[in-house]
């Protein structure tokens, strides 16, 4: 486990922030590219979140760190019950601070993800809550919160499935993990 976390120093403190939505619609067409069906597990949700555990570490499983809090976002279609049981099934698999929200119209993303996922990860970067961000996301739009929070001294470390990987977001991150291989594909 301790290859996902390369630079960390004594006492480093870790915040994740996954962009859900946008990781389990990449990791659905790869599987629909292997011709594997989508079915639904206890750690994927098509169009909504895929997880492994071995992403999950415990405050105690990581050494030299703590990870004081997961945050996910996505989106779904549904009503506020709906809604209520994604963020339910994703503090099942430990993330502390879910965002669901409501899919509206036709529209595959929601882009309340992305700015909610900046919107947080840019403030407990400038209150200094982190020394280390761990971003799990893909998109190119994502360099320039990379490159904010980075000139507020922390690292950022992105994990993402490399072939939705945006070469630039890759380069701007201090460190990268292709999460492909965890996730099974």
Not at 128 to 142: M, P, Q
Request: with cysteine; proline share 5%; hydrophobic share 45%.
């Amino acid at each position: 486990m301790t290859e996902l976390y390369p630079f960390i120093t004594e006492a480093a403190r870790a915040m994740m922030f996954v962009d859900g939505e946008n990781l389990a619609m990449r990791y659905g067409a790869m599987l629909k590219e292997a011709g594997k069906p989508l079915v639904a597990t206890p750690w994927y949700r098509p169009d909504v979140m895929v997880w492994a555990q071995a992403l999950s570490p415990d405050a105690n499983s990581l050494p030299g760190t703590r990870i004081l809090r997961k945050h996910c976002y996505t989106s779904a279609a549904g009503d506020d019950v709906a809604l209520a049981e994604i963020a339910d099934w994703l503090k099942e698999r430990r993330f502390e601070a879910p965002r669901v929200f409501k899919k509206e119209g036709t529209s595959k993303r929601s882009k309340q993800v992305d700015i909610s996922l900046c919107t947080d990860m840019l403030l407990h970067g400038f209150r200094r809550h982190y020394d280390i961000a761990v971003l799990v996301a893909g998109d190119g739009d994502y360099v320039p919160l990379v490159r904010a929070v980075k000139s507020e001294g922390a690292r950022v470390h992105v994990w993402f499935v490399m072939n939705g990987l945006s070469p630039k977001l890759r380069r701007e991150a201090d460190y990268f993990v292709d999460i492909g291989p965890i996730l099974g594909i």
